[in-house]
Structure formats: C-alpha cells, structure tokens
C-alpha cells in the first residue's frame, strides 16, 4: 500500500480521537465499528496508566512509556507472493512449521495471505480481520471484542481503538484442519503494530494455529511498540492448538492479551513463547465456560541482558467438571526480570473442578536476575482438586562441574541443563518445526550469553 495514499494524521503524530475516526474510514468500516472503536478510545482516555502501586504491576515499571506517542500506522507494499515478502519474512517461513494456510501482517497492514484450495473447499477462513468485516461481518461482529472488551484494561482499550490489519481463521463444524496454519507479524520500522487475532473454531472442529511475532531491531534502535489483543472462540467438542511465539528485536515493547472460551467437552491446548522484546507483558486467560471443557497451558520465556517478561495467566473455572493444566518455566540471566503471576479461579457452583498451575525458574549464573513467582487459588466450590507452586533456584554448579568433567566445554554444558530444564515443556508441543525453532532460538541466546561473560 502506498505511503501517499495514507490519511496524514495516521502517518503524522500519535494516537487521537481523530486518528480513530480516519483509520475507521480509511478502512471503510462500517457504522457500529467506528463507533466501537471510539467508545474503546473513551475507555482509554478514562483508565489511568498503570503504575507499579497497582497489584498486578508492582514489578513491571512502565512509568516512562507513553504510549499515545507512537506513530500509529506504517504502511507496507502488497505483495502477489512469498517470494515478494522481505527476505527475512521469508526465513522465518522456511524455517517455521510445515502450513496449509498463511497470512503475514507487516507493519500495520496484512500484506500477504493464501489458503489451500482443498481448505477453501471445506469453508476454512483465513484472512484479514478488515476483509473479514466485509464477507463474514456477521460472525466477525458476534465474536469482536467478546473475550477481550476494550474495558479489560488501557492497553485493550488502546487495542480496540486503534487496531489495524489483524487476521480471522474460522473453522466450521465438524472440519478437521491436520496441517497447521501460520500467522508471521513482523515489524521492520519505529511506530507501533496492533494486532487482533480472532479464530472461531465450530463443533467438532480442530485446528492449529501459530501466531509468530518478529523484527530485526535492536537496542540501539528507536524505540516500537506492539500491542496485540487474542480472541479465542472453542465449540462444543472442538480442538484448538494455538501457539504465541514472541521474539522481537530488543527496541521493542510488546503488550498482549490472550483469552479463550471453551465449550462443552470442548479442548485447548496453549503454548506462550517469550524469548524477545525490551519488555513484554502477556495475559493469558482460559475461560472453561462448559462442563467438560479442557485447558493445557504451557509456557516457556528466556531473560538475558535487561529484558523485563511479564507473564500473567487465569484458568477460569465457570463450570463444573472441567480441568485445566499450566505448566510455564523461564530461564533468566544477567540483570533480567522474569514475573509469573498465575491464578486458578473456580466460581460457585463449578464442582468437580480439576485444576493444577506449576511455575519453574532457572537462573544461569551469580548475576542479578530475579524471577517472582505469585501461584494463587481463589476456590468458591468445596468440590474441587487443585493445586499449585512455584521453584526458583540457580543452575547446579556441581551439575555443571559433572558434565565439564566428561570433557564437555562450560557453554555446552550449560545447554545439556537448560534444554533439560525446559524438556518439560518442549516434549509436550507435537510440532517438529515448531521445536527446531525454539532450539536454535534457545542455543542462541545461551551461546551469546557464555561469549558475553567470557569476553
């Protein structure tokens, strides 16, 4: 899309009511979402900017981040295909999971997407959430901002206003998706990336779906930002797998909210990668709304340097007979932050609740790196087996010693531990593309952090 074409207080200044008003017409939206979108920046306006005395960011220091400031809107040339996507986009496609359907957002706007005819043919959906409103308004308008209201907090306020290209996968009943399909947002300029992901999978449908988010910045780069909002609507006895991989440059603030809503005997399956970004904020709720309903919650976050990663989940037991599992684990080093803050919420009336949340730490080294660990329960039905808690605990230097004894060199060693730590996790994901990644990705930072510290 070319720059010219864009509407100059979306390219020019920070975000506005007036920002919002142009952005809904450049888009050509319709009546109730213009409106939607400025009843979100009211909201916006309305909440104040969290602060650490605020509970749920005592930890995570914001206080000089202004986020009305960032350019809202940086366009990105269309594209016919894959071969015309940057060079880097086109890596990470090669070297991501095997897919039946891809859509990639650059910048603000969703440059390229293709779905398999044979996917088509079953009435699969994967594009972007502004076509959407045009050949699916009413399911888009059903489902919009029903698990993540602009009301949740001011960083989904600021979402709902101002959201721009964004992707729509709907599955219909009964469709059994067996490929993975694949998102890529990637962000190659100063400004901001907002993001909305919303997948409507029917009854007894199943599908995975893999949100990848990544940029080449670096720290000494001006500063972006992102800040997504995930709606994800499971139908009785469907299936989904939906993955949130984050690995940003390090010039990037990166602020997420990940909610799901689970059906009767309905399943899904999480997993939240941080590895990237200056600071990251992830919520993550699970929402099992029917009896039979099924949560697993996987987590895996890597600190190094000074990075910040916030991870704050919610298994919301509206039910009864329902089970939720979390597992996350983080390994951290130098002078990085790494926050848990998890709780299992069982409502009146939601008995024969099954729910467990583990949390675990691993800090490399004698550096300064602190992780908090907050597990919680709040139960209100006396029917129910659940449990949690927490470990943080440096790496054994006696391990390590054993493993250098055999003649293996410190930095490897220290890989042998930290891909054993996060085994756990890992050997749950059934996505061989998927793990590959992660591993170089792990390796990577492992290794620059041991050339670091021996320079």
Known sequence: MSANSVPEVLRDGGVSAEMVKALSSFKDEPAWLTEKRLEAWQTFERLPMP?????????????????????????????????????????????????????????????????????????????DLHAALTEHEEIVRKHLFGLVPEDYDKFAALSAAAFSGGSFLYVPRGVEVEVPIQSYRWLDATGSIMPRTLVVVEEGASVTYIDEYASPGTEEDDLAFSNGAVE??????????????????????????????AKKDATINSLVVSLGSELSRTNVDAGLAEPGSDSEMLGLY???????????????????????DLLYKGALRDESLAVFSGLIRVEPGAQKTDAYQTNRNLILGTDDAMAVSLPRLEIQADDVKCSHG????????????????????????????VFGFFGEVTSRIPLKGLKEKLDRAIEGKIGLGFEERVA
Do not use: C
Not at 240 to 254: A, I, K
Not at 304 to 319: G, I, P, R, Y
Not at 390 to 417: C, H, N, W
């Open 302 to 324: 890597f600190a190094d340097s000074n990075q910040v990663l916030d991870h704050h989940t919610l298994q919301d037991h509206l039910a009864p007979n329902a089970h939720s």
């Open 51 to 127: 602060t650490m005395r605020d509970e749920d960011w005592r930890y995570t220091d914001i206080s000089d981040i202004s986020v009305e400031d960032f350019v809202p809107y940086t366009p990105s040339p269309d594209v016919t295909s894959e071969s015309d996507l940057p060079e880097a986009v086109q890596k990470l496609i090669r070297e991501g999971e095997e897919n039946s359907a891809l859509i990639v957002q650059h910048n603000s706007e969703t440059s390229y997407a293709r779905v398999e005819e044979e996917l088509r043919e079953k009435g699969v959906v994967l594009t």
């Open 390 to 417: 927490s470990t943080t605990g440096q790496v054994d230097e006696v391990e390590l010693f054993y493993l250098m004894s055999r003649g293996i060199p410190r930095v490897e060693a220290e890989k042998l531990v």
């Open 232 to 261: 994800l609507f499971v139908g009785e006895g469907a299936r989904l797998r939906y993955v949130s991989l984050q690995n940003w440059g390090r010039n990037v603030l990166h602020f997420n909210t990940i909610r799901s809503s």
